[in-house]
C-alpha cells in the first residue's frame, strides 16, 4: 500500500512477476502505476505491505536491487550537462563499472538504439524521440536482470515506437524481465505475456492478453448504431451491450451469429463486426469518463 | 518526522564520491569562466575599497586597510561560493534538471547524493580560495608563512556553508524563494562579520550576536589570523565553533532533504 498524506494512491495490491517475462501495467491516468514502479525501483518506500525483488526485501536492500535494475521513467531526466556519450559513461560511474568497460558498453549501446551520430550532441537538443531512446541505452549500462520501464514509448513517432518495441523483444529474448506500463494497449496486447489493469490504486484483472479479453468482453465486438429498437432487440436476446453516445458495443464470443441475429430480426443494416481487442477491456472496466 | 529524527547520522557511502566527479566533470567543462571570478573579484575589491576607500582610512588594528579586508575577501568568497552551489544550484539540479532523481534509480543513495552535493559545494569554496591565495599573496596583502592552511580551511568553512545552503534548498517552495536567506541573512553577514570594519566598533550585544550565531564572523576571523602569520589560541575557538556548527548542519541538511525527496 503507498500514501502520498492523505491520498491513497496504491491500495491493497498483490502481483507477482516471474523471471524472463514481460509484464504490463495498464490504467488510466492518476491509477497508481508509476506509484508501482517508483516503489519497485527501491526509490518510493512502501507505507505497509511487503516487496520482494530478486528475493530481497526492497526496504533493507536497496543498494542490492538498484544495481541489477534499469529505469525509464516517466519524466526525462537526462543530465543536461553532459553530450549523449557522456551521459553514458557518467551514469556508469554510479554503478561502479571501469572505464574502459563504460566506453566500450556506451558505444554498443549507442549503435543499439541508433545514436551514434549524436554521440557529442548535448542531450538538451535532442528530439523527444532521440531522448526516449537515450534513455533506454541508459537503463542498459549495467547490464540489469530487470528493466522497469514507464511509458517508454510516450510522445512517439511510430517509427521509434516500433524501434523500441522490437528493442524490448530482443532484451527479452537475452532473458531480461520487463516491467513496463503504456497507453498503447494494442502494442501491450501483442508484447505482453501478462498485464495487470489497475484504476484507483487497485488491481482490477489480472492475466495474459488473451485470457483478459476473454473473459471481460468475449472474443469479438458488434459495433451498431444507437436506437431504440435495437436495445430491444438486444435485450429480449439477453445479449451484453454497452451504449457509448450514438455507437452500441455487443460483446460476443461469435459476432457472425450476433450479427446475423441482428440484420434478420431487426432488420439493422450498418453493423461491423471485429475482434475484441484490450482497449475494448480497458474502457469497459475503467469506464469512459475523462480523469482529472 | 519527529525532531529528534532530524539529527540521526545518516549512512552515507563512498558512493558520494561519483555524485562529487559528476559536478566536476561539469565545472571542468567550463573552467576558463569558473576560475575567473575568484581571481577577479579581489582584484576589484581590492582597488577599490583597499586602495581607493583605503585611503581615508587610518590603520585598522595596527594595519593598512587593503590588508584588513584581503583576508576578509576570501572568507567571503568561501561564504558566497559553496552557499551559493548547495542553494541555487543543488536546488536546480534537484527540480529542474532531475538529476537527483535519476542518479538515485542507481545503487546510489540519497544520502550519497546529498553528500556528494555538499563535498563539492565545499571543493568550490576550497577552490575559490586557492585561486585568491596566490593572488592576494603577490600584492603582499597577506603574510605566505601559513597562508596555504587558508585552502583546507576554506574546505572546512565550504562544508558549512554547502550545509545551510542546503537546508534552505530542503524548504523552499521555489528557486525565487531563496532569495529571502540570502536577502536576510547571507548579505548582513556580508556587511556585519568583521569583514570590511572591525567587529568590536559594533555595539556589544551586537558584537556577542555575530560571534554566536554569525558563521562568517568565525571564518573572516580564522582566515584573518591565518594570514597574518599569527597563529593564536582564538583560533582553536572559531576551529571549535565551525566544526561543531558544521557537523549538526551537515547531519540536519541531510535529513531535511531526505525527508523532502523520498516521498
Ligand atoms: N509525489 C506525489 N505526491 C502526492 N501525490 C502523488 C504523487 N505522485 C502521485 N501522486 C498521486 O497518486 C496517484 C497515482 O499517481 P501515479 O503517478 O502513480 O499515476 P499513474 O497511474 O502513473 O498515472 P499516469 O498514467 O497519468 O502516469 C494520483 O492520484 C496522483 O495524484
Ligand atoms: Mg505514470
Redesign the pocket.
Known amino acids: 500500500m ?1 500514501k ?2 492523505d ?1 491513497l ?2 491500495n491493497d495490491v498483490s502481483f507477482t512477476i516471474d523471471e524472463g517475462e514481460m509484464f504490463g ?1 495498464l ?12 516503489m519497485i525501483q527501491c526509490v ?1 518506500p512502501l507505507t505497509s505491505g511487503s516487496l520482494e525483488i530478486f528475493g530481497m526485501d526492497a526496504m533493507s536492500h536497496p543498494r542490492e536491487i538498484k544495481s541489477h535494475i534499469g529505469v525509464v521513467p ?1 519524466e526525462n531526466n537526462l543530465d543536461m550537462d553532459f553530450t549523449v556519450y557522456e551521459n553514458l559513461l557518467v551514469f556508469s560511474r554510479y554503478f561502479d563499472i571501469p572505464r574502459s568497460e563504460a566506453e566500450r558498453r556506451a558505444t554498443e549501446l549507442l549503435e543499439f538504439v541508433h545514436l551514434e551520430d549524436k554521440r557529442d550532441t548535448m542531450t538538451e537538443s535532442l528530439s523527444g524521440g532521440m531522448k526516449r531512446r537515450l534513455i533506454l541505452a541508459r537503463a542498459l549500462i549495467n547490464r540489469p536482470k530487470m528493466l522497469i520501464l ?2 517508454p514509448t510516450v510522445g512517439l513517432d511510430p517509427q521509434a515506437r516500433h524501434l523500441i518495441w522490437d528493442k524490448l523483444r530482443s532484451l527479452k529474448k537475452q532473458g531480461v524481465t520487463v516491467v513496463l ?1 503504456s ?1 498503447y494497449l494494442d502494442e501491450v496486447e501483442k508484447l505482453c505475456d501478462r498485464l495487470v489493469v ?1 484504476d484507483y ?1 487497485k488491481i482490477l484483472v489480472e492475466g495474459s492478453p488473451s485470457q483478459v479479453i476473454e473473459e471481460y468482453v468475449g472474443s469479438g465486438i458488434v459495433e451498431a448504431e444507437n436506437n431504440p429498437e435495437l436495445i430491444e432487440c438486444l435485450q429480449r436476446k439477453e445479449a451484453s451491450y454497452e451504449v457509448i453516445g450514438d455507437l452500441v458495443h455487443i460483446y460476443t464470443d461469435n459476432p457472425k451469429q450476433i450479427a446475423e441475429y441482428l440484420t434478420m430480426e431487426c432488420s439493422l443494416s450498418k453493423l461491423t463486426a471485429r475482434p475484441a481487442t484490450l482497449e475494448d477491456v480497458f474502457l469497459k472496466l475503467t469506464g469512459r469518463r475523462l ?1 482529472e | 518526522m519527529r525532531i529528534s529524527e532530524y539529527f540521526r547520522i545518516p549512512t552515507v557511502s563512498s558512493k558520494s564520491y561519483t555524485v562529487w566527479q559528476r559536478n566536476k566533470d561539469v565545472f571542468m567543462k567550463d573552467i576558463k569562466l569558473n576560475f575567473l571570478p575568484p581571481f577577479i573579484e579581489p582584484l576589484l575589491y581590492l582597488a577599490a575599497l583597499g586602495f581607493g576607500l583605503g585611503r581615508f582610512i587610518e590603520n585598522i588594528d595596527g594595519v593598512p586597510y587593503a590588508n584588513f579586508i584581503a583576508p576578509a575577501l576570501i572568507a567571503i568568497s568561501v561564504m558566497y561560493a559553496s552557499f551559493f552551489e548547495c542553494s541555487y544550484g543543488s536546488y536546480v539540479r534537484m527540480y529542474y534538471q532531475k538529476t537527483f532523481d535519476a542518479i538515485i534509480a542507481t545503487p546510489v543513495t540519497i544520502e550519497d547524493v546529498i553528500a556528494g552535493e555538499l563535498l563539492w559545494g565545499a571543493t568550490r569554496s576550497m577552490i575559490n580560495a586557492a585561486v585568491m591565495v596566490p593572488v592576494i599573496a603577490l600584492f603582499g596583502l597577506i603574510d605566505i608563512s601559513y597562508a596555504l592552511l587558508i585552502i583546507p580551511f576554506a574546505f572546512l568553512g565550504g562544508l558549512l556553508f554547502g550545509a545551510i545552503g542546503m537546508c534552505f534548498t530542503a524548504v523552499t517552495p521555489n528557486i525565487m524563494a531563496i532569495n529571502y536567506p540570502v536577502l536576510l541573512f547571507i548579505t548582513p553577514m556580508f556587511l556585519f562579520s568583521g569583514t570590511f570594519f572591525p567587529l568590536n566598533t559594533l555595539p556589544p550585544l551586537v558584537q556577542y550576536f555575530a560571534i554566536a550565531f554569525l558563521p562568517l564572523t568565525h571564518i573572516v576571523n580564522g582566515i584573518r589570523l591565518i594570514g597574518y602569520g599569527t597563529l593564536e589560541p582564538v583560533l582553536l575557538f572559531d576551529l571549535a565553533w565551525i566544526t561543531v556548527v558544521c557537523a549538526v548542519l551537515l547531519v540536519v541538511s541531510i535529513n531535511m532533504m531526505k525527508k523532502r525527496l523520498i ?1
Open positions: 503507498k502520498y498524506k491520498l494512491a496504491v501495467f490504467g488510466p491516468n492518476g491509477a497508481g502505476k508509476t506509484t508501482i514502479m517508483r518510493s516517466q514507464d511509458e506500463t497507453h489497475m490504486g480523469r | 516521498i
